[in-house]
Structure formats: C-alpha cells, structure tokens
C-alpha cells in the first residue's frame, strides 16, 4: 500500500491507524462469543497439527510395507504385535497396519487432497470470477454460463466419470476435485465483485488510469474475502467427504496410500463380521473433521454476514 | 441369533417344516446373467444359470470329469473323427423331440449370434463337419487331432431347431455356412420364455433384469422330477448384502459370502460347503529386456534372471497369505493346476525361506534389491488387492520395493495386455479342467498366428516346453497326455517362469436343510442344489 | 418472455450438444472393451473379429460420427455386455431410481423446510439449536458412511429392516414401483432416509438462514408489529418468500439426488441406474455408460430449464434483466 491515493479509496477492507477496531478483529472477537465454534476451530486446529507433524507423532510408517507384518494383520484394539511388542491401541487391518498410524496418515492424505485442491480451484476461480466481473459483457454473460453449465451437474457424478477415467491417484484426485470446485468460487467471487466494480471508488482507479490487473486485484478483490471464506470453509468440508466418497467407490486414492475414506471402504468388508475397528475409528476421524470445519465455517458466516447478526 | 433358533426348530419339526420348504428354492447370486441366449456370451455368471435350462451333449461333474450328457456314449473313430450316440426320449420344454438335427442346428448358430463379447465360436472352430448318421447318431469330424472335444462340447448348450423356426434339413458347413436355418432369433430374443427352450430340469419362466430370473420344474426332464418346484435367482452384488438377504431368510443360499463374515454365517446355524476351485491366482514376470516400471537396477532386466525369479518365489510366504487374508479359504499352490486335476505332478509348494532369497538376490548381483510396479486388479479375484499388498510386503523384507498398481478390472486388463506392469498378480480357472489350459494360455510362447500363449503377459518363452505342451495337446491318449502335461509344467516351473501363488477356495453358504455338491468350476447350479439329509 | 424461453432453450440444447462430444470422447479414449469381455483363452483371430463385430476397429471419429448420426434416431448404441440397446437396459432401471429420488426429495422438503423455519423462528432456543446441530451432523457425514451405519444398526444389530435390495414390486401406473406393498416399502425406507439425509440438512439451512433474513425485513417487522399472530406471519410471509430458494433446490437436488443415488444405490444394493453406471464402468461397456450420461445430462438441462421458467414466473424481476441482458 505504498500508493497513497490508492489507500485512500480503499473500501473498509483495509486496517489504518485511524480506526479502532479491524474487521478483522471483529470478527475475531465475535467468533469466541459462539462456544460451539471456538470447540470446533480447536479441534481443527489440533487435527491439522495431527496431520501435519504425522511422521512424528506416528508410531509406524503404514506406507512402508516393510514396516508391516502380515501376521499382526486383524488385530482388535488393544492387542500386542506379535513381532515388535508394540501395543496396537486401535487395532490393525488386514495387512497388519496399525490403525493409528493409518488414521493419522490418512487424515494427512484426506487434508492435503482438499487443500491442494481448494488452492488451486480458488486461485482458478477467483481470477476467472474477476475477470468476468471487471471486464463484463459478452465475456462476462460467457464465462457464467460455462460456470451454470458445471456447477448443473451433480459434483460426485464429474468427478466418478473423470477418475473412472483417469485411474486412481492422489494427484488424479486433487484434479476431479479441482474440476468440481472451480465454478463455485467463479461464481462467489464474481457476485460480489460486481457489487463493488459499480461503486465509485473504482470508476476513480480508471481515471487514475491505473492497470487493470491492479484494479483487479487491489481493490476488487479484498472485497470478496470474506464470501470466500464462507464458500471456502463449506467446500472444503465437502471436498474432504467427496474425496472419501470417491475412495469409496473404488476410484479415489491409491490402496496404498490410503486415505480416511479408502480406510473406510477397505473396512467396510469386514464390519458384518465384527471387525468393526477397521471402519468405525476412520469414520469417527473423518466425521470429526467435517464436523469441526463445518462448526467453524458456520459460525464465520454468521459473522461474516452483519445483516444476520441480530 | 435368529438363524440359530431357526435351524433349532427346523430340526425339531424337520419333517414338518419340509414339504413347504422343498417347493421354492431362492439364490442370491453375486453377479447378473447378461442374457438368456445360452450362445451370446462366454461368462461364468451366464453359463451357470443357463446349465438349468440347457443341456449339452457331454456333461461335467463337480470335479470337472467329463460324463455323459445329451450324448450317452461316443469313441474316438480316428485321430480327427468322433461318433457320439444321442439320448433317446428326450424332450425340449415346448414338447419337440431331441434329435441330431437340434445338434447340429445349435453348432451352427454359434458364429451368427450378433455382438457376442466373447463368442463361443473358440470351442467350434476347430469342428470341420458334423453329420447325422441317423436321428440319434452324430460324426463329428475335428480339422485337427482334439483330445479335448468331449470337454468342450459341454460350452455348447443345445437348443430346439424347430423351436427356432428352423427348416426340415439342416446342413453343417464350417464357420457359420451351414443350410436350411431359417431365420436365426438374436440373444435379446431368449429373454422370452417363448425362444429360450432348452431340455434342462427348468424352464424359465421370467426374467427381469436387475432384479430377479425365476425358472419352474421342468415335470417330463429325462433325469426325472427336479427337486424344487421353482427356483428364483436374485443378482446381489455387494457382498455386505447378499450376506444379509441370507441372514434375514430374503434367499436360500448365497454363492462367494466375503470370506470375512463366513465365521458370523456359521455362528448363524448355517451351512458352509466350500471347494478347491481349478483357479490358480499367480504372479507373472516380464522377461524380456525393456520391461518398464523397474528402477535401480541398471540397465539390464532383472527378472530375466531365474536366481531373481526363485527368489521373489521363496521370499513369499503363502501359507500366511492363505491364513491371514484368505481366512484359510485358499490353499498355497505349487502348480497351475491343483492335484489331482488332470496333467498335474504333485509338485511341492515352495518353502517361505527369505535367507536363501536374500542370498538369491545378492548372487544375482542385487544385493540392495531394486523397485517394482505390481499390477494387480482390485474387484476380480478373493481379496485381490490385499493379496497384493501382502506380497508387496513380503518382497520389501528381502529388499525388493513395490509399488502396487490397483486398478478396477476393466483397466487392468486392457493395460496387463499392454504389457504395462514388469510383474502383476492375476488368475486362471481351468475351463476344461486340465493342465493344457493353463499352460497354453500363461506361459506358452506368445504367437499372434497360431493362438498360443493369448494371456502369455510376461512373454516367457520355452521353446523345448512348447514342444513337449503341442505334442501333449494332440495326443488323445490319456495317460500319455498326462504325463506330457505334467512334464511342460515341471519344465516351466523348475525356471520359474510364472510363480504360483495359491488355488482359491469357492464358498457357499444355505440353510443348513440345504445341499450342495461344491463344485471345482465356481459355478453355483440350482440342478445340484438338494434338500439335506 | 417468449425471446427468453426460446434464448433459454437454445443454450439448453447447445449444452447437450457440446456435453454429447466430451462425454463420447472421454469414455471411448480409454481401456479395451475386449480385454475385459473376451475369454482370455481367445486367440488373436477371434479378439480381432470381436473387435470388428463390436465396431471398435474403426476411427474414433468414424465411431463418433456413427454414434451422433444413431443418437439422433434415439439410439444410443448397444450394449457390449447384454447386446440390447443401451437405452432400453437404463430405462429399465429409471424407475427405481426414479422412485428412490423422489421418495428421498418428498422426505427431504416435507421435513427440511418446517424444521429449518422452526429453528430459524427460534435461533437461540433449544429446539433451534438441537436442529442446527443435527443438521451440521447430517451435512457432515458422508453418504457412505450414513448408509454403512444405518445398515448396521437397523439391518444387522436390530434386525428390523432388509439391508439391501428393491424388495417386491407392484405396478402402478404402469411402472414397477415398490412402495405400494409393505416389502417394497421396508427395503424402500433405509436408502431413501440415507439419500434425503443430506438434502434434508441442506434444506433446513436454507430455510432457517431464509426465514431469518425474512423475519428482518421491515415488512415482518410491520406486520408482527401490527399484532398480526406469529403462525400467520410465518404462513403468509415467511413461507412464501422461502419459496423461491426452496423450488430451486427441489428442481436443482433433484438432478443430484440421481447422481448422488449412485453412492446409496450402492451401499444398498438398489437396482437403479447408478449401481447399472458402476457395473458398467468395471465392465466397460461403453454405449450403457455414454447413454447414462447423456440421459442424465438431458434431464438435468431439462430440470435447469424448467425451473428457470418457475423462477422466472415467481419473481418478476427475474425475466427484467435476463430479457435486458
């Protein structure tokens, strides 16, 4: 913010010495006062730092098959390894992978499939978005009905037929999920952009004959943020169970990097015959995530939209 | 707990409950006829609701000997010449008599049938003429010596000529030439009642796709009175539910419960029959030079050398494979074919030793092992894909890194015969139930021109084994082409050129007042389905 | 009004068109048909007539043109796998996707939108906020997952329900439908409950998060003030102005109530296109899935267009500036 006329047309979006209270701060400060949602970012933040430091708060690599003895393989929770002495606190799967270890690798792969591909289809969607906002007209009219035609057809539907052709893959996933998820942010970004793009304050920037790129970006942008977020928090959540849903079916992930969802599906051959460790503990890692992202993005939006806050 | 109270009941009241039981049988099925037409497609799941219906001219038991069928008795004339004797007094559903004529109608019509995915036109091109000595007499002449036309003849279902709207003279020629068809029904016609006539003990009745296909008794079947009055067959093909429908009493009997809840069927009170099936799941290797998917190991292919191959076959533990992800319903393998199928040797399993694998490896100059694609397709085969990761496992310990490839079958199949994978896990059920088929098709040298080695993804080659398997499978006698068939296979196996692995188990679970004889072949066949006791 | 329908329309068909190419061309790039169909015993000489017979030796755009030149007649090709019309296999299964969707929908609103009223009315109550929670519940768990657990625990450990499968079928109408008998309707109630769960705690949202922006506007403020009674104001405002978001979600979910019946037609075993989709992907069988998705894809546009055309009856507004536009 070097650019001393650009900062003085800056809408609320921008922290200066003289106001009192950021947005940013309010916001802050009306989040904490919703119990539920400070429980949920808490657990998200504790689950996020699971998966993240997971080499070293794993007890065993499942990934290496060498670490692995089929002889531990089906053990309940709470049974010791026949070869280490290890005690397997949630039990193993067939392949004697230690199910802790496979939920805490397995919330890595589930959270990095989404946040890939969250970053990527944000970034897709947002300057896709402000351009159709900025420029308008035909481009505009073009670019949102590419944007209905995706976002008509049902998510799961895309991404099983993408992957049923592409094969399994996380790299494969994160693309599906990409390809889902784009238009949705286009979408976001571009109404709330046009709102601001009619304001004054940008017709100003022109006459300033500043870059378009600059306007763009600068000014337009800041303004979508905090739709972003909302849409952002609802998608990942979505993202997260789409990914399992998919690993499910048969066509997400690789059998040997497996994710919360693919833990599920391998367990859910062996739940009628109770061996119900394999499944349900994944289930309740993976649910737990949704739920605190969804805790979290829930109340965002409350707060994010004064007009609600009563 | 509610089956268990049951068959408790059932065994107080046994004769009271019988006679409403031994009307109606149901069967949850794990996979879904495609169609009604008997000739249209060469699969597992079709022949084995059709053998209800249809019949053939010689018949297999559940150990795949061959028997007598439609046919009673036949001999070898000479080396390419066959006279079989036809049943007498029998009849087709709608009440026209069986004769030769019906046969060889039913021959012909094998390379007319339209859009056949896989027609059964391998099992009648090798027939050059077929004539009718009179109405219960056949020849059949072969284009070369085939010892395995008996076996055969039990592909080709017999269906009515007059039925079919055939005329009074039917001619045989050769790869579809024959005279006097009429106009030949295509397969969606057999989905009426009306066109699929067969001779079998039942008729079919109805047939709605995706949801059930009911047959009724047959009352004049030559064999005598069928033992159900009718027979429903369900498709279920998620395994998590055909094990309910069998819990709640919705079916009878279930073919392949998940091998996972058959101790919670058993807790159940219900009665499990299982059987060594002629299914062979085995690794196959690349070798040949060029093989891709192979890192760290220089510029030469490793699995050329038979030091590496023997030891990937003695660093895998089957025994634990078996027990811990087959439950102990599959047996370790040492051949193709498990003994005492026909052509099979005897040969030990064997021995899970990873020290001499390791000495192996580092004789063959690897002793830091090197990394490897396995491909291996994950919706085909019992627990297919943890079979897999389990051998990954086992190799990681001698050094050897894997990487599994898991792919739904579709893909695998077209990518395994893109010769994509260095090594891949797959299987083989022996149709004719002999060591020939295996052979022939797995490890025989890989020949466009004359159809050797189709499934030969691994292109191993042994020119001295494809002569001792062409003179086997051309020799009608049949001690001498066991003992020709048994020395291919020791000839492959003592190279290591295909790696067996284990022989899966069939298993299917009833009703404990239920029968059923397992069968060798995988197929669950209401006809062999009989009250217990 | 008449230039936007017939503007409307015509995007309409230029989407099925262009989704027509990608969806042909996506399907038929990939695998071999063949490899998966044949008896592996096949020799060369045989997998190459059945190649042949299949129509899969020509070009892919000879096999395209062919495809677009029958698809215009109505045919979609033939099925690889049953060699029947590939349309004809997936009509068969229409109706039990057909009656599971609906049923889940009818679940979905008919509970949906009291429940979300209710806990919009009553933000800060208890009942409010046991909805709230309930629904981030059913928003977050994943299909799979739901269906797995209400197969566990009303199928296996209660016993009180069939787990999987249609159950028996009765005609109506002249379709085959299962809810008329009392088999048909327990084998129906656990997948439709498991398909309208999600929906459900969609609906409930918006109409909670509709009623509260409603209940602010000045003329609920008004009419409250007036001393209108609370059951009135909310039949008579509240409830028509949610209209309009509530008939988008019907039209727009019923299109991913079809594509998202795939998951529980799996879970539950259902006979419905989405579990024939999956058979037919492992199995390609090219013709069932390319007509799969062009059927979906057209009922999809059909709704969008449709409710378009509601839309814009409803709120004036609307058809303004589309028609300016």
Same mark, same amino acid.
């Given at each position: 913010m070097t650019n001393s006329i650009a900062s003085d047309l800056?809408?609320?979006?921008?922290?200066?010495?003289?106001?009192?209270?950021?947005?940013?701060?309010?916001?802050?400060?009306?989040?904490?006062?919703?119990?539920?949602?400070v429980v949920g970012l808490v657990l998200f933040v504790l689950i996020a730092l699971i998966a993240i430091l997971a080499p070293w708060l794993a007890p065993q690599n499942p990934y290496d098959l060498a670490q692995l003895d089929i002889m531990d393989g089906g053990l309940p929770p709470g049974e010791v390894s026949f070869g280490t002495g290890d005690t397997y606190w949630l039990g193993t799967d067939q392949q004697g992978r230690d199910m802790v270890s496979a939920i805490i690798y397995g919330l890595r792969i589930s959270l990095v499939v989404a946040t890939m591909s969250l970053g990527i289809a944000i970034t897709i969607g947002t300057v896709v978005g402000v351009t159709a906002a900025y420029f308008g007209g035909k481009l505009d009219s073009f670019i949102m009905r590419i944007v209905d035609l995706q976002l008509s057809f049902p998510a799961i539907l895309v991404a099983l037929i993408l992957l049923a052709l592409l094969g399994r893959g996380v790299d494969k996933v994160i693309l599906a999920l990409v390809i889902v998820q784009w238009a949705y942010y286009a979408r976001t970004v571009r109404s709330s952009a046009i709102v601001e793009r009619r304001k004054d304050y940008i017709d100003a920037a022109r006459c300033l004959a500043l870059s378009n790129r600059r306007i763009m970006f600068r000014h337009l942008l800041p303004n979508c943020v905090p739709p972003l977020i909302v849409v952002a928090t609802v998608q990942i959540a979505q993202a997260i169970?789409?990914?399992?849903?998919?690993?499910?079916?048969? !066509?997400?992930?690789? @059998?040997?990097?497996?994710?919360? +969802?693919?833990?599920?599906?391998?367990?859910?051959?062996?739940? =009628? *015959?109770?061996?119900?460790?394999?499944?349900?503990?994944?289930?309740?890692?993976? !649910?737990?995530?949704? @739920?605190?992202?969804?805790?979290? +993005?829930?109340?965002?939006?409350?707060?994010?939209?004064?007009? =609600? *806050?009563? | 707990?509610?089956?268990?109270?049951?068959?408790?009941?059932?065994?107080?009241?046994?004769?009271?409950?019988?006679?409403?039981?031994?009307?109606?049988?149901?069967?949850?099925?794990?996979?879904?006829?495609?169609?009604?037409?008997?000739?249209?497609?060469?699969?597992?799941?079709?022949?084995?609701?059709?053998?209800?219906?249809?019949?053939?001219?010689?018949?297999?038991?559940?150990?795949?000997?061959?028997?007598?069928?439609?046919?009673?008795?036949?001999?070898?004339?000479?080396?390419?010449?066959?006279?079989?004797?036809?049943?007498?007094?029998?009849?087709?559903?709608?009440?026209?008599?069986?004769?030769?004529?019906?046969?060889?109608?039913?021959?012909?019509?094998?390379?007319?049938?339209?859009?056949?995915?896989?027609?059964?036109?391998?099992?009648?091109?090798?027939?050059?003429?077929?004539?009718?000595?009179?109405?219960?007499?056949?020849?059949?002449?072969?284009?070369?010596?085939?010892?395995?036309?008996?076996?055969?003849?039990?592909?080709?279902?017999?269906?009515?000529?007059?039925?079919?709207?055939?005329?009074?003279?039917?001619?045989?020629?050769?790869?579809?030439?024959?005279?006097?068809?009429?106009?030949?029904?295509?397969?969606?016609?057999?989905?009426?009642?009306?066109?699929?006539?067969?001779?079998?003990?039942?008729?079919?009745?109805?047939?709605?796709?995706?949801?059930?296909?009911?047959?009724?008794?047959?009352?004049e079947h030559w064999g005598g009175t069928p033992a159900w009055e009718r027979v429903v067959m369900r498709p279920i093909t998620s395994d998590g539910p055909r094990v309910a429908a069998l819990l709640a009493g919705d079916v009878d009997m279930i073919e392949s419960p998940p091998i996972q809840d058959i101790p919670r069927l058993e807790?159940?009170?219900?009665?499990?029959?299982?059987?060594?099936?002629?299914?062979?799941?085995?690794?196959?290797?690349?070798?040949?030079?060029?093989?891709?998917?192979?890192?760290?190991?220089?510029?030469?292919?490793?699995?050329?050398?038979?030091?590496?191959?023997?030891?990937?076959?003695?660093?895998?533990?089957?025994?634990?494979?078996?027990?811990?992800?087959m439950?102990?319903?599959?047996?370790?393998?040492?051949?193709?074919?498990?003994?005492?199928?026909?052509?099979?040797?005897?040969?030990?399993?064997?021995?899970?030793?990873?020290?001499?694998?390791?000495?192996?490896?580092t004789e063959a100059g690897y002793p830091d092992g090197f990394t490897i694609t396995l491909g291996t397709p994950n919706d085909r085969y019992i627990n297919d894909e943890q079979v897999a990761q389990a051998v990954a496992q086992m190799l990681a310990r001698i050094g050897i890194q894997v990487n599994v490839d898991a792919s739904t079958a579709s893909q695998f199949f077209s990518r395994r015969n893109a010769l994509e994978f260095p090594i891949y896990m797959a299987g083989w059920g022996a149709s004719s139930?002999?060591?020939?088929?295996?052979?022939?098709?797995?490890?025989?040298?890989?020949?466009?021109?004359?159809?050797?080695?189709?499934?030969?993804?691994?292109r191993y080659s042994n020119p001295a084994m494809d002569e001792v398997l062409l003179r086997a499978m051309s020799t009608i006698d049949d001690a001498e082409r066991d003992s020709l068939l048994q020395e291919a296979g020791t000839m492959v196996l003592d190279d290591y050129g295909i790696i067996p692995l284990h022989y899966e188990q069939t298993v299917w679970a009833m009703k404990p007042e239920l029968d059923y004889e397992p069968r060798v072949d995988q197929y669950t066949m209401a006809t062999e389905v009989k009250p217990a006791g | 009004m008449i230039v936007y329908l017939v503007r409307r329309a015509g995007q309409s068909v230029l989407a099925v068109v262009a989704m027509a190419v990608l969806v042909f061309l996506g399907v038929y790039a990939i695998g071999n048909p063949v490899d998966v169909l044949i008896n592996p015993e096949a020799t060369q000489a045989q997998i190459a007539a059945t190649t042949q017979r299949l129509g899969l030796d020509k070009p892919l755009w000879q096999q395209f043109g062919i495809f677009l030149g029958n698809a215009i007649h109505g045919d979609l090709g033939t099925s690889f796998v049953y060699g029947r019309p590939a349309l004809d296999i997936i009509l068969e299964r229409l109706p039990a996707t057909m009656e599971l969707a609906v049923v889940a929908l009818i679940l979905s609103v008919g509970l949906g939108v009291p429940l979300g009223v209710w806990a919009g009315l009553r933000p800060h109550g208890l009942a409010g906020k046991t909805i709230m929670g309930g629904s981030i519940l059913g928003f977050s768990l994943p299909n799979f997952w739901q269906g797995m657990l209400l197969i566990l625990v009303f199928a296996v450990l209660l016993g009180w329900l069939p787990a999987g499968g249609r159950g028996q079928t009765t005609e109506f109408m002249g379709l085959e439908v299962s809810f008329l008998t009392l088999d048909g309707l327990s084998h129906l109630i656990l997948p439709a409950?498991?398909?309208?769960?999600?929906?459900?705690?969609?609906?409930?949202?918006?109409?909670?998060?509709?009623?509260?922006?409603?209940?602010?506007?000045?003329?609920?403020?008004?009419?409250?003030?007036?001393?209108?009674?609370?059951r009135r104001v909310v039949m008579v405002h509240v409830l028509k102005n949610i209209m309009i978001p509530v008939v988008t979600i019907i039209g727009l979910e019923l299109g991913s109530m079809v594509a998202f019946a795939i998951v529980t037609e799996t879970v539950f075993a259902w006979p419905g296109m989405g579990k024939l989709l999956i058979d037919s992907i492992n199995l390609l069988d090219r013709p069932v899935i390319v007509a799969y998705l062009m059927l979906t894809v057209l009922i999809i546009v059909t709704i969008n267009f449709l409710v378009d055309v509601i839309y814009s009856l409803l709120d004036p507004r609307i058809r303004l500036s589309e028609m300016k536009g």
């Open positions: 800056e809408p609320v979006g921008t922290p200066g010495p003289v106001r009192i209270d950021s947005p940013v701060r309010r916001v802050a400060k009306e989040f904490v006062e919703d119990p539920v949602a169970a789409l990914e399992a849903t998919l690993s499910f079916l048969g !066509v997400g992930v690789p @059998i040997t990097e497996p994710s919360l +969802g693919l833990l599920i599906a391998n367990g859910y051959d062996y739940l =009628l *015959s109770g061996r119900y460790w394999i499944s349900l503990f994944p289930g309740i890692a993976l !649910v737990l995530t949704i @739920i605190a992202i969804n805790l979290v +993005g829930d109340r965002l939006r409350d707060v994010l939209n004064p007009r =609600l *806050s009563t | 707990m509610k089956a268990g109270k049951t068959s408790l009941i059932a065994g107080i009241f046994a004769l009271g409950a019988m006679p409403a039981l031994a009307q109606d049988l149901a069967i949850g099925l794990k996979s879904e006829a495609t169609s009604m037409d008997p000739q249209f497609h060469q699969l597992s799941t079709n022949i084995q609701v059709h053998k209800n219906v249809f019949e053939t001219l010689t018949s297999q038991d559940a150990v795949q000997k061959v028997g007598p069928g439609l046919a009673t008795e036949w001999e070898a004339v000479d080396d390419t010449t066959w006279r079989f004797k036809l049943r007498e007094g029998v009849k087709f559903h709608d009440g026209t008599d069986f004769t030769a004529r019906d046969v060889i109608y039913s021959f012909c019509r094998v390379p007319l049938v339209e859009n056949s995915p896989s027609p059964f036109t391998i099992y009648t091109a090798s027939i050059a003429d077929m004539t009718a000595e009179d109405d219960h007499t056949l020849i059949v002449r072969t284009e070369a010596t085939n010892p395995l036309l008996p076996a055969e003849l039990w592909s080709i279902s017999i269906i009515s000529a007059d039925t079919l709207g055939a005329e009074e003279e039917v001619v045989f020629g050769p790869q579809g030439t024959c005279e006097g068809l009429g106009d030949v029904p295509q397969s969606p016609a057999f989905n009426s009642p009306d066109v699929a006539v067969g001779t079998g003990p039942y008729k079919l009745e109805s047939y709605t796709r995706g949801s059930e296909l009911t047959l009724t008794r047959f009352d807790d159940g009170g219900f009665k499990i029959v299982d059987a060594l099936s002629n299914r062979i799941i085995y690794l196959h290797m690349r070798q040949e030079e060029g093989a891709p998917g192979i890192e760290g190991a220089g510029d030469t292919n490793p699995l050329m050398d038979a030091r590496v191959r023997e030891a990937i076959s003695l660093s895998i533990n089957r025994e634990a494979i078996a027990e811990r992800i439950g102990g319903y599959a047996q370790p393998a040492g051949e193709l074919l498990p003994p005492p199928m026909f052509g099979s040797s005897g040969r030990p399993v064997d021995a899970y030793d990873p020290d001499r694998a390791k000495e192996l490896l139930g002999e060591m020939s088929s295996p052979l022939k098709s797995l490890v025989a040298t890989f020949d466009e021109k004359t159809g050797m080695g189709p499934t030969n993804a691994g | 409950i498991n398909l309208a769960l999600f929906k459900m705690s969609l609906i409930i949202r918006l109409a909670r998060a509709n009623t509260r922006e409603v209940c602010l506007q000045d003329y609920v403020k008004f009419a409250r003030a007036k001393g209108l009674s609370g």
